[in-house]
T-cell receptor, first 112, second 118 residues
Framework: DQQVKQNSPSLSVQEGRISILNCDYT??????FLWYKKYPAEGPTFLIS?????DKNEDGRFTVFLNKSAKHLSLHIVPSQPGDSAVYFC???????????FGTGTSLTVIP | EAQVTQNPRYLITVTGKKLTVTCSQN?????MSWYRQDPGLGLRQIYY???????DKGDVPEGYKVSRKEKRNFPLILESPSPNQTSLYFC?????????????????FGPGTRLTVL
């Protein structure tokens, strides 16, 4: 059973606007959450992460929000740029940091 | 350059013919993992290793073997491949904690190996 879910397979956004990608999880033992970005024919690359003791982490245009009570996290990209067009994966891990659970990915298209 | 390399990048084989996909990292990371990516299923962890000679099953280990004899290498072995193992495979490495400004649990992924089993 999928412990990390990304219910939107795709998202289209105009350049300069905000992109919001969502992720839900079921396991309350998850301790750390990460977002990865993937371009075609390449491996995923790390984007941003958040510990379960925080509710927000910001890095430039990227912000991740964590709502532990709802078991929900979101990635905000502001402003969106055409180069942000990629597949975004949400991932979660426990305190040991060895087992990772990934969502199914959301394909973001930023329209110039 | 810090990187994770995988070989081969593409492989077409037949059912039952043993194969090995190699993975190597040059970052002295302790943790290494193998994943498979399938449409509609995202990335699923096959096996992981926390250090030399320490390996454990991930979510989908059936039909796969791994070994970790050296810190830098983590080969994935398919002893008798079957068509349901046709997939895109990724190797990843990480060092838990913070080091040199890197985030906790950030994984570095290889470029992927596209495997087709006929």
């Amino acid at each position: 059973d999928q412990q990390v879910k990304q219910n939107s397979p795709s998202l289209s956004v105009q350049e300069g606007r905000i992109s919001i990608l969502n992720c839900d999880y079921t396991n309350s033992m998850f301790d750390y959450f990460l977002w990865y970005k993937k371009y075609p024919a390449e491996g995923p690359t790390f984007l941003i992460s958040i510990s379960s003791i925080k509710d927000k982490n910001e890095d430039g245009r990227f912000t991740v929000f964590l709502n532990k009570s709802a078991k929900h996290l979101s990635l905000h990209i502001v402003p969106s740029q055409p180069g942000d067009s990629a597949v975004y994966f949400c991932a979660a891990t426990g305190w040991a940091g060895n087992q990772f659970y990934f969502g199914t990915g959301t394909s973001l298209t930023v329209i110039p | 350059e810090a990187q994770v390399t995988q070989n081969p990048r593409y492989l077409i084989t037949v059912t039952g013919k043993k194969l090995t996909v190699t993975c190597s990292q040059n970052m002295n990371h302790e943790y290494m993992s193998w994943y498979r990516q399938d449409p509609g299923l995202g990335l699923r962890q096959i096996y992981y290793s926390m250090n030399v000679e320490v390996t454990d099953k991930g979510d989908v280990p059936e039909g796969y073997k791994v070994s970790r004899k050296e810190k830098r290498n983590f080969p994935l072995i398919l002893e008798s491949p079957s068509p349901n193992q046709t997939s895109l495979y990724f190797c990843a490495s990480s060092d838990p904690g913070t080091s040199g400004g890197r985030s906790y649990n950030e994984q570095f992924f290889g470029p992927g190996t596209r495997l087709t089993v006929l």
